[in-house]
Nanobody, 116 residues
Framework: QVQLVESGGGSVQPGESLRLSCAAS????????MGWYRQAPGKPRELVAI???????NYADSVKGRFTISRDNAKNTLYLQMNSLKPEDTAVYYC??????????WGQGTQVTVSS
């Protein structure tokens, strides 16, 4: 079992940047992938970015070229660097971990608000 704690959310103006962090603790062995999802009011939760255990990454089309997912294995931390933020990026952002046996875990979420 893993515990995921997000941080780094906040309120910014369009064009600004934020970096989200997800600190993982517990049993980290056999994690197959970690990712960031987001959910805006009235909308379903959607995948933003994912990083597989081998290091490959994938992004939603809406964030390609603006967001970067990365991880620091020594710190057991997952990051999401978000640049050129837009109002439509406003959402609660969730960290997610998927194990090789298909168990999955979610963080509590962190709010990102982009508004002028």
């Amino acid at each position: 079992q893993v515990q995921l704690v997000e941080s780094g959310g906040g309120s910014v103006q369009p064009g600004e940047s934020l970096r989200l962090s997800c600190a993982a603790s517990g049993s980290l062995f056999s994690i197959y992938a970690m990712g960031w999802y987001r959910q805006a009011p009235g909308k379903p939760r959607e995948l933003v970015a994912i990083i597989i255990s081998g290091g490959s990454t994938n992004y939603a089309d809406s964030v390609k070229g603006r967001f970067t997912i990365s991880r620091d294995n020594a710190k057991n931390t997952l990051y999401l660097q978000m640049n050129s933020l837009k109002p439509e990026d406003t959402a609660v952002y969730y960290c997610h971990a998927l194990y090789s046996d298909a168990q999955n875990y979610w963080g509590q979420g962190t709010q990102v608000t982009v508004s002028s």
